[in-house]
């Protein structure tokens, strides 16, 4: 992959600065189009060997877009903000919106990449790495995104006299470090890993563009025309007419509806009841149990996230309270979705919910969660087929990702039945201090009822994992749910625990 790279590709000055003042006209035209149409983002990757003009090509790029609708973000060693969560954290704080760049030197790369060369990560270990690398990558794509990658490379004997040449001008004598001498020690081991990484994540939808780094007028060229190249296609696209043809989404729409998954929620009995003396005794004692686990010292290695779903008036707002109630103020927070926000909508769909990750030690509640798009968004017809068929995969990755990060995720679905649902909502109409919590959607998403429940069910049935089941509690008796919600979040923690 890498010996077209080192064939002395050359671009003297004259060449250079005429076509440098086409290319720059070019690039600033594509991002006002870019800009107005506002469909996609576009991800620039910068990575490749050390003192191979990463950082000065960056530079050029701001210097031909205009750098206000750029932006660029360089990772290093994560911070202690970022070391107390998941690995994959930061780099989704890093997503420009739809119509906007982002420039990112170094990547979700560079860790693998170092960790497996000085031979801190067993083989194995990188091929996971490269799966959820890649699994990345693809949920970007499928939301739009135009990810352009770009490895910039030099042979040794170039590295070296790069280098070299650096450390003797005063001016530049500061670039070169001693982490760059280190990694040239370990040349051919980068080498190894890199051209299986490359090799590896190489793919049609987002393919390494490797460019000789030995000139700078040619690797500035390069990638300039690479991102035009890739935006400008983006762009045709995105402004062509769809076709009007059956596509794999629709028919995996198709073979998630022939299975009947109904019996989940359907056949549930809500026979079980308990009384108010037996709940005054039972919630203090659950309480107390759920109080001193999170206080523990084991708490601090990890983090816990509840996610509290079911149907309109299943007692969520009443078992978050109950669960607050046992928990130090200082450490949870509760987040309530609701239809997302022009700035959320401009990003992909579990952006939202990852800026809300929890640090270790700390507690994590949220009122209606990431399944939004497999319930609501499905049902109304707010995210289309392709969207909500591949949210299983995308939410089952997510989650397992913050399990291994030692997450302990909790998903509750509170049940109640029809009958049960209408009884509550007539008391709110009729009690002052319940009036705010009916509103004219709650009686619209009631006449769909039974879609409500086919996609909760496809839903618990395609992400109850092992790392991550969901819970059904039946919530016709409030008292009843919740309790065994409280057990239920003490019982998860003390598996994982």
């Not at 939004?372 to 017809?381: F, H, K, S």
Request: charged share 35%; glycine share 6%.
């Amino acid at each position: 992959m890498f010996e077209s790279a080192e064939l002395g590709h050359k671009v003297d000055d004259e060449k250079f600065d005429k076509e440098q003042k086409k290319l720059r006209a070019e690039l600033l035209a594509m991002q006002g189009e870019l800009l107005e149409a506002k469909k996609f983002p576009v991800v620039i990757l910068v990575n490749g060997v050390d003192g191979a003009g990463k950082g000065d090509t960056i530079n050029k790029f701001n210097e031909w877009l205009d750098p206000r609708h750029v932006r660029t973000r360089a990772f290093g060693n994560p911070t202690e903000d970022e070391r107390m969560r998941p690995p994959m954290w930061r780099f989704w704080q890093a997503l420009p919106a739809k119509g906007k760049i982002a420039i990112l030197f170094g990547s979700w790369y560079t860790e693998p990449l170092e960790r497996r060369a000085y031979g801190d990560m067993k083989s194995a270990e990188l091929s996971a790495s490269i799966d959820r690398i890649q699994a990345f990558e693809r949920l970007l794509i499928d939301d739009g995104a135009v990810l352009v990658k770009l490895w910039f490379h030099l042979s040794k004997k170039a590295q070296k006299k790069r280098l070299v040449d650096l450390e003797k001008d005063k001016w530049t004598r500061w670039r070169v470090t001693k982490d760059d001498w280190e990694n040239h020690r370990h040349y051919d081991a980068f080498a190894r890993v890199n051209e299986r990484i490359l090799r590896e994540t190489s793919t049609g939808e987002a393919p390494w563009v490797v460019i000789d780094g030995c000139d700078k007028n040619y690797r500035e060229l390069t990638a300039g025309h690479a991102v035009l190249n890739a935006v400008r296609m983006k762009l045709e696209l995105a402004s062509a007419k769809p076709k009007s043809h059956t596509n794999g989404s629709a028919q995996g729409e198709a073979v998630i509806s022939a299975v009947d998954t109904t019996g989940i929620l359907r056949d549930l009995p809500f026979k079980e009841r308990l009384s108010k003396e037996k709940y005054q005794k039972k919630v203090p004692k659950a309480q107390g149990k759920l109080a001193r686990l999170t206080r523990g010292s084991k708490m601090q290695k990890h983090a816990v996230a509840v996610v509290f779903e079911g149907m309109d008036a299943a007692g969520k707002g009443g078992a978050i309270r109950r669960v607050t109630g046992a928990l130090d103020a200082r450490m949870y927070n509760v987040i309530p979705i609701a239809a997302p926000t022009d700035e959320e909508r401009a990003q992909p769909y579990l952006w939202r919910f990852w800026r809300h990750i929890p640090r270790r030690g700390q507690f994590v509640l949220y009122d209606r969660s990431w399944y939004g798009r497999v319930l609501v968004e499905r049902v109304e017809g707010f995210a289309t087929q392709s969207e909500w068929t591949r949210a299983y995969r995308e939410i089952n990755d997510f989650e397992e990702q913050l399990v291994e990060y030692g997450i302990v995720v909790v998903k509750l679905w509170l049940a109640v039945s029809k009958d049960e649902q209408m009884k509550r909502f007539k008391e709110r109409e009729v009690i002052p201090y319940k009036q705010y919590k009916i509103t004219p959607e709650d009686w619209r998403n009631r006449k769909k009822w039974d879609d409500y429940v086919l996609a909760a069910s496809d839903m618990i049935d395609r992400t109850s994992t092992s790392i991550a089941p969901w819970h059904v509690i039946e919530a016709n008796d409030k008292h009843l749910a919740r309790v065994r919600v409280i057990e239920t979040i003490t019982r998860r923690m003390e598996e994982v625990f």
